[in-house]
């Protein structure tokens, strides 16, 4: 079925486009009520909406915001998805989300699209494993295409941009601190791909937290995964060998593959091993064992980047100032004080 245009609710009113465009734009003309009133009914009947490209040409506002995201799967990234949406459509802003399975290509690509289809504003989790190809000419764009933007998540240093990301490096001293004063000091610790700010940043806080606590650091005991279940299967495989008492996974899902391989081998969670994850996904409390983990405010964080990309929308001088969520640790049942001091006094979920 044809789509509705203004030309056809004139014709079938019998007045002109400009009034019809008036009336449906709340412009103030001198128009009868009568007249409104028939313009409103036949608008309706013919179920009208907007072309909003064509809007867009006119108001040069399409009040649509992209989310560009590396993996859709992980429901971290559902629920910065979720966040930024809720709080999108509070404000009156549709989002068009893009799932780049962690490809600079495709955040390029989306980037591109997003722009040639006039988003007002871009939220984006940089992809890329560190090896970053297209990231380069990914920020070229965002700095010469005139729109607001935020980065999400995978914020880097020195970035000139309003990056919004969790203290990252204060969440793997959390977690590994904790293990320590749960009485473990052999402690394995399955990273994110290092090239990435963020996973880099979750290693240093382990291997700070086991320099405050005077426990000597074995290379050996470090094993770098891609944030994937498998890399927790494959790469605990490896820690099992060397005895540790505890791993702490640098995600949740690569938590869920230390479970996997740990049964695998009859170990007991977390009799046998104690297990600290990172996120608080979604399905982290439901496990056989609810994991321990460190919360990233994923819900909060995507609704605080639609807020700010949509205040530079609004006020192209606003202050880009970073913004940093805390960690915070969500104790449950997956790690054993195998005499250490700690007397439980952690924030609980
Ligand atoms: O689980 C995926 C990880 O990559 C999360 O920890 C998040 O920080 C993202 O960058």
Known sequence: MERTTIKNIAEQAGVSITTVSCVLNGREMRISNAT????????????????????????????????????????????????????????????????????????????????????????????????????????????????????LDRTKTGDKYLGISLDHKGGGFIATDYLIKNGH???????????????????????????????????????????????????????????????????????????????????RIPEDLSIVGFDDITYSEFMEVPLTTIRQPALEMGKCAVEKVVEMINNPDYKRDKIIFEPKLIERNSVKNIGGDTDGSKERA
């Open 185 to 267: 000091k052999k402690i394995g610790c399955i990273t994110g791909p290092l090239g990435m700010l963020n996973s880099y940043r979750r290693y240093q806080g382990y291997v700070e937290a086991l320099s405050k606590a005077g426990i000597k650091y074995d290379d050996c005991l470090v094993k770098e995964g891609n944030y994937h279940i498998s890399d927790g299967v494959e790469l605990a495989e490896s820690l099992f060998r060397k005895k540790v008492t505890a791993i702490f996974a640098c995600n949740d899902l690569m938590a869920f593959g230390v479970f996997q391989a740990a049964r695998k081998r009859g170990l």
């Open 36 to 151: 409104k009133k028939k313009v409103i009914k036949i608008a309706n009947e013919l179920d009208y909406h907007p072309n909003q490209l064509a809007v867009g040409l006119i108001t040069k506002k399409t009040n649509t915001i992209g989310l560009i995201i590396p993996d859709i799967s992980n429901t971290f990234f559902g629920e910065l998805a979720k966040g930024a949406e809720n709080r999108a459509a509070e404000l009156g802003y549709n989002v068009f989300l893009c799932n780049t399975n962690d490809s600079t290509e495709k955040d390029l690509d989306y980037l591109r699209a997003l722009l040639d289809r006039g988003v007002d504003g871009v939220i984006l989790v940089p992809s890329g494993r560190g090896k970053d190809e297209k990231s380069p000419e990914c920020f070229k764009l965002l700095d010469s295409c005139q729109k607001s933007f935020v980065i």
